[in-house]
């Protein structure tokens, strides 16, 4: 049996989510999101996008090697809107779980 090795955009995915329940802070912090826009996934994945975008710019530019800023920017951002909505759907699914 062929196994098929994960696109990027799942891998960004999986390896997003498990950072993240794994921080009770930054996991408490996205169910409160996914509590808020659970009608609106794309309101919801724009809101995590843009919080995992502003981050890297922000890590990129503590850095004294420009050069290494900007591979760090190129690599962790630019993947679009789609592995962000993966995310939003996949939080609206654990409230749902939870009854919430």
């Keep these: 049996m062929e196994t098929t090795a994960p696109t990027a955009r799942e891998?960004?995915?999986r390896d997003y989510?498990?950072?993240v329940e794994n921080d009770q802070s930054a996991w408490n912090t996205l169910l409160e999101w996914a509590r808020e826009d659970r009608d609106n996934t794309y309101a919801l994945a724009s809101r995590i996008q843009d919080e995992w975008e502003g981050a890297i710019v922000e890590l990129s530019f503590e850095t004294k090697?420009?050069?290494l800023?900007?591979?760090v920017r190129q690599m962790l951002t630019g993947y679009g809107i789609d592995p962000f909505h993966d995310?939003?759907?996949y939080l609206v699914e654990k409230l749902a779980e939870r009854g919430e």
């Design 69 to 71: 800023g900007l591979l």
């Design 65 to 67: 090697d420009e050069t």
């Design 17 to 19: 989510l498990l950072v």
């Design 11 to 13: 891998q960004f995915v």
């Design 87 to 89: 995310i939003a759907r």
